[in-house]
């Protein structure tokens, strides 16, 4: 009997001994510390240590999910090093994919409040993340819509069994992810509440796991009852706040205690020492696997004392393989689109999909962030779901209209006198088409103006908007000297008014570019002295220019910024036909004492090219060219030619001055702009431009009148230069700046603003 049940033992050892332990790794939250989990699981793999089970919250739902996936330790490191990784994460969306085409004319707002129309009393609708998930979202689904698809939407047969925790913040609970939709588990589970907005799964709207169990301990245990955890730590718990830090207080609240321990009859505990690193700081993620790879590394003696089970790499490879053979193609067959009325889902669908019969990865990815660049379409969420019987992704859109109502609010502040303020109001409207109408005001010492304009776009087979507007503009350079009040220079009487209707239309080819023909009227007065001695009973002289104009062009932009970029490209080509009939009124310190009409008309080509270069991390490097060819004449007199020439302004500052010196008829400019970036939102600029009138337009004196003559042929140039350390905040951008500029009273301005130096564009623009 003895012998027996000895035998029973032995076999039963023999047994366990054959099929071996069964080990789980639990992988910790913490933001971008979390990436230390890749060197850990790098040092479990160098060692032959198994991995049988994941769970993970967060972070670690993101390395988990990835490495279940099949995603090699090499294949992880790769993906989070990549430029896409820190775009995913900040919400930026690759150049490539900024469609130009729905970009509206820029304008010095600051602040949008929506203004939520659903019920009976309008509401002001505050915004649920501060970071964009739509980059991140579509990532997710790409990336993880196929193991999804061949483990059948069981987490249990993916390469590695696996699980994710979230939290149902109604019910306030953890949730468990065990099947479903992989992407859509992962993101839920790493939603940190106001940094990006949260997920509903099942009806459910789920946050951040760790706000209930940001170390998964207990979930491995239920659901795997592994032989030995290998837990990786590299989160820790609030510290205590004080009175006076609001971000932290909030943290504490919203963010559970967590037991970060294991026992030690139950496995080992890594841990990761990132104090310095925050929760955002995704630029260091080489560092944080390494210090993760050396942390796993104190450990590794330990855990083979424990582990007596080992898995070669060639064992790994193949069963790595074997997964990923299972991986279904990612061709889209059909699409569901939910949240919206049957028309808005037809301008969506007209939107994404179009005359395909079936759509690849790379299509569906321009004609997405089409539909993202859509102001009227507030959130999308993608979803693929795999189709066994049709052998095809069924691709689900979860939308959001925008609110109707949109308020915004800015401008800008500096140390000058070139303060102003901008307002905005925005109506919007989505069927089959999409209508924005919208109202604005600018209101300063330099420049006023109001504007109303309606824009609709058609999502045909080749999509094009046309844009009605109507303004009135009125820049006033006598009052509204940009210099500090310590200094007195005054510049000359000038004072520029212009009322203007324009219709406007656009197509686009490709994301990046459009081709745009207009058309306006409108009438242009400029008020000004030809002398500078005159008192306030005097009256100036008048130019008054009641004009038409046709234009077309061909454009591209997807510079980073509307104003100081450190990225990207503006193209710009185009042929314009202006006429009109010019009337000039003379003042009472006019020598001349008839009123005088003339007729005018003139071609004029113009071409702008601007690119940023990338040297290395730290440094980009910027390329200008602008040339400018037009058959306008000369005037009657000096002020009312050089007034109506062309400007030459390529930097915000430069648009607050009347600069005789940078007017022409024609003209040709290049420039260089080098930029050391500092920190994640910091640059330090110097602009450098040289600019080349064709022929200078000059004034002579004739009998008291200053008369236009045009100088020889290429006979002058002139510099430009502005050096700026800039911060570019959500709002807007803080601006210290030098600027230069060759003129007669003063040469070098030194700036202070904060905001937009930005015009509504005149009929002739």
């Given at each position: 009997?003895?012998?027996?049940?000895?035998?029973?033992?032995?076999?039963?050892?023999?047994?366990?001994?054959?099929?071996?332990?069964?080990?789980?790794?639990?992988?910790?939250?913490?933001?971008?510390?979390?990436?230390?989990?890749?060197?850990?699981?790098?040092?479990?793999?160098?060692?032959?240590?198994?991995?049988?089970?994941?769970?993970?919250?967060?972070?670690g739902?993101?390395?988990?999910?990835?490495?279940?996936?099949?995603?090699?330790?090499?294949?992880?490191?790769?993906l989070?090093?990549?430029?896409?990784?820190?775009?995913?994460?900040?919400?930026?969306?690759?150049?490539?994919?900024?469609?130009?085409?729905?970009?509206?004319?820029?304008?010095?707002?600051?602040?949008?409040?929506?203004?939520?129309?659903?019920?009976?009393?309008p509401?002001?609708?505050?915004?649920?993340?501060?970071?964009?998930?739509?980059?991140?979202?579509?990532?997710?689904?790409?990336?993880?819509?196929?193991?999804?698809?061949?483990?059948?939407?069981?987490?249990?047969?993916?390469?590695?069994?696996?699980?994710?925790?979230?939290?149902?913040?109604?019910?306030?609970?953890?949730?468990?992810?065990?099947?479903?939709?992989?992407?859509?588990?992962?993101?839920?589970?790493?939603?940190?509440?106001?940094y990006?907005?949260?997920?509903?799964?099942?009806?459910?709207?789920?946050?951040?796991g760790?706000?209930?169990?940001?170390?998964?301990?207990?979930?491995?245990?239920?659901?795997?009852?592994?032989?030995?955890?290998?837990?990786?730590?590299?989160?820790?718990?609030?510290?205590?706040p004080?009175?006076?830090?609001?971000?932290?207080?909030?943290?504490?609240?919203?963010?559970?205690?967590?037991?970060?321990?294991?026992?030690?009859?139950?496995?080992?505990?890594?841990?990761?020492?990132?104090?310095?690193?925050?929760?955002?700081?995704?630029?260091?993620?080489?560092?944080?696997?390494?210090?993760?790879?050396?942390?796993?590394?104190?450990?590794?003696?330990?855990?083979?004392?424990?582990?007596?089970?080992r898995?070669?790499?060639?064992?790994?490879?193949?069963?790595?393989?074997?997964?990923?053979?299972?991986?279904p193609?990612?061709?889209?067959?059909?699409?569901?689109?939910?949240?919206?009325?049957?028309?808005?889902?037809?301008?969506?669908?007209?939107?994404?999909?179009?005359?395909?019969?079936?759509?690849?990865?790379?299509?569906?990815?321009?004609?997405?962030?089409?539909?993202?660049?859509?102001?009227?379409?507030?959130?999308?969420?993608?979803?693929?779901?795999?189709?066994?019987?049709?052998?095809?992704?069924?691709?689900h859109?979860?939308?959001?209209?925008?609110?109707?109502?949109?308020?915004?609010?800015?401008?800008?502040?500096?140390?000058?006198?070139?303060?102003?303020?901008?307002?905005?109001?925005?109506?919007?409207?989505?069927?089959?088409?999409?209508?924005?109408?919208?109202?604005?005001?600018?209101?300063g010492?330099?420049?006023?103006?109001?504007?109303?304009?309606?824009?609709?776009?058609?999502?045909?087979?080749?999509?094009?908007?046309?844009?009605?507007?109507?303004?009135?503009?009125?820049?006033?350079?006598?009052?509204?000297?940009?210099?500090?009040?310590?200094?007195?220079?005054?510049?000359?009487?000038?004072?520029?008014?212009?009322?203007?209707?324009?219709?406007?239309?656009?197509?686009?080819?490709?994301?990046?570019?459009?081709?745009?023909?207009?058309m306006?009227?409108?009438?242009?007065?400029?008020?000004?002295?030809?002398?500078?001695?005159?008192?306030?009973?005097?009256?100036s002289?008048?130019?008054?220019?009641?004009?038409?104009?046709?234009?077309?062009?061909?454009?591209?932009?997807?510079?980073?910024?509307?104003?100081?970029?450190?990225?990207?490209?503006?193209?710009?080509?185009?042929?314009?036909?202006?006429?009109?009939?010019?009337?000039?009124?003379?003042?009472?310190?006019?020598?001349?004492?008839?009123?005088s009409?003339?007729?005018?008309?003139?071609?004029?080509?113009?071409?702008?090219?601007?690119?940023?270069?990338?040297?290395?991390?730290?440094?980009?490097?910027?390329?200008?060219?602008?040339?400018?060819?037009?058959?306008?004449?000369?005037?009657?007199?000096?002020?009312?030619?050089?007034?109506?020439a062309?400007?030459?302004?390529?930097?915000?500052?430069?648009?607050?001055?009347?600069?005789?010196?940078?007017?022409?008829?024609?003209?040709?400019?290049?420039?260089?702009?080098?930029?050391?970036?500092?920190?994640?939102?910091?640059?330090?600029?110097?602009?450098?431009?040289?600019?080349?009138?064709?022929?200078?337009?000059?004034?002579?004196?004739?009998?008291?009148?200053y008369?236009?003559?045009?100088?020889?042929?290429?006979?002058?140039?002139?510099?430009?230069?502005?050096?700026?350390?800039?911060?570019?905040?959500?709002?807007?951008?803080?601006?210290?700046?030098?600027?230069?500029?060759?003129?007669?009273?003063?040469?070098?301005?030194?700036?202070?603003?904060?905001?937009?130096?930005?015009?509504?564009?005149?009929?002739?623009?």
């Open positions: 009997m003895v012998r027996k049940i000895i035998f029973i033992i032995v076999l039963l050892t023999g047994w366990s001994n054959l099929c071996g332990q069964e080990i789980g790794l639990v992988l910790s939250g913490g933001g971008a510390k979390g990436l230390a989990h890749i060197g850990v699981i790098k040092a479990l793999e160098e060692n032959e240590i198994p991995i049988d089970y994941i769970t993970g919250t967060s972070m739902a993101i390395i988990g999910a990835l490495y279940a996936s099949g995603y090699s330790v090499e294949e992880m490191t790769e989070v090093l990549s430029e896409e990784f820190l775009r995913w994460a900040s919400g930026e969306i690759e150049r490539k994919y900024y469609y130009y085409f729905k970009q509206d004319d820029p304008e010095a707002s600051m602040f949008t409040l929506d203004i939520s129309l659903k019920d009976s009393v509401k002001a609708a505050l915004p649920s993340n501060l970071i964009p998930t739509e980059p991140m979202d579509f990532a997710f689904m790409e990336i993880l819509a196929g193991p999804s698809a061949a483990a059948g939407n069981v987490f249990n047969r993916l390469m590695v069994p696996y699980r994710c925790i979230a939290s149902d913040i109604h019910r306030n609970k953890p949730v468990v992810l065990k099947e479903g939709n992989l992407a859509k588990a992962v993101r839920a589970s790493m939603t940190y509440p106001f990006f907005n949260p997920i509903r799964i099942e009806g459910t709207l789920l946050f951040d760790g706000m209930h169990d940001n170390f998964p301990v207990d979930v491995m245990e239920e659901e795997f009852k592994p032989d030995y955890i290998i837990g990786s730590k590299t989160a820790s718990n609030s510290p205590e004080t009175e006076e830090d609001m971000l932290l207080q909030l943290e504490n609240m919203l963010l559970g205690k967590t037991e970060y321990a294991i026992d030690d009859s139950l496995g080992v505990l890594i841990e990761t020492n990132l104090e310095k690193i925050k929760i955002l700081d995704f630029q260091y993620a080489e560092e944080i696997i390494k210090k993760g790879y050396d942390a796993a590394y104190l450990q590794i003696g330990n855990i083979k004392k424990k582990i007596s089970r898995v070669s790499a060639s064992e790994m490879k193949t069963k790595r393989d074997s997964f990923r053979s299972r991986i193609e990612m061709k889209f067959i059909e699409m569901n689109i939910e949240g919206v009325n049957e028309e808005q889902a037809e301008y969506i669908a007209n939107s994404i999909w179009k005359d395909a019969i079936v759509l690849d990865m790379e299509d569906l990815r321009e004609n997405y962030f089409r539909l993202v660049a859509d102001e009227l379409v507030s959130k999308v969420y993608p979803t693929a779901i795999y189709d066994p019987e049709k052998r095809g992704y069924i691709l859109l979860d939308v959001r209209v925008a609110d109707k109502m949109k308020i915004k609010v800015g401008g800008n502040i500096a140390s000058s006198s070139i303060n102003q303020g901008f307002t905005g109001i925005e109506y919007n409207s989505l069927t089959n088409i999409s209508m924005k109408i919208g109202a604005n005001a600018y209101f010492r330099l420049y006023s103006s109001a504007q109303l304009r309606v824009r609709f776009d058609y999502p045909t087979r080749m999509p094009f908007y046309t844009r009605i507007s109507t303004t009135l503009n009125r820049w006033d350079f006598y009052n509204s000297s940009p210099d500090p009040f310590f200094e007195d220079v005054r510049p000359s009487y000038i004072i520029q008014d212009e009322g203007n209707l324009r219709i406007d239309f656009a197509m686009p080819y490709g994301n990046n570019n459009a081709f745009k023909m207009g306006a009227a409108g009438r242009m007065k400029d008020s000004y002295y030809q002398v500078l001695k005159f008192s306030k009973t005097d009256t002289d008048r130019s008054t220019y009641d004009y038409y104009t046709i234009n077309i062009g061909f454009g591209r932009s997807n510079l980073d910024h509307i104003q100081y970029p450190t990225s990207g490209e503006k193209v710009w080509a185009g042929i314009r036909y202006t006429g009109g009939i010019t009337t000039f009124i003379p003042g009472s310190k006019s020598r001349l004492e008839e009123k009409e003339t007729d005018y008309k003139y071609f004029s080509l113009e071409a702008l090219w601007k690119k940023y270069l990338r040297i290395n991390e730290k440094w980009n490097v910027g390329l200008y060219g602008e040339v400018y060819v037009s058959g306008k004449q000369l005037q009657d007199n000096y002020y009312a030619t050089i007034i109506n062309r400007s030459f302004r390529p930097v915000p500052h430069s648009s607050t001055l009347f600069l005789e010196n940078y007017r022409a008829h024609d003209y040709g400019a290049i420039g260089i702009m080098p930029v050391l970036k500092i920190g994640k939102s910091w640059h330090l600029t110097n602009e450098s431009y040289l600019f080349v009138p064709y022929r200078k337009i000059r004034k002579i004196q004739d009998d008291e009148v008369v236009p003559e045009y100088e020889n042929p290429f006979k002058r140039y002139y510099l430009m230069n502005t050096t700026a350390l800039v911060y570019h905040s959500r709002i807007g951008p803080v601006v210290l700046s030098l600027n230069y500029y060759n003129k007669k009273d003063k040469n070098f301005y030194f700036v202070f603003n904060f905001g937009y130096i930005i015009f509504n564009k005149r009929g002739i623009d």
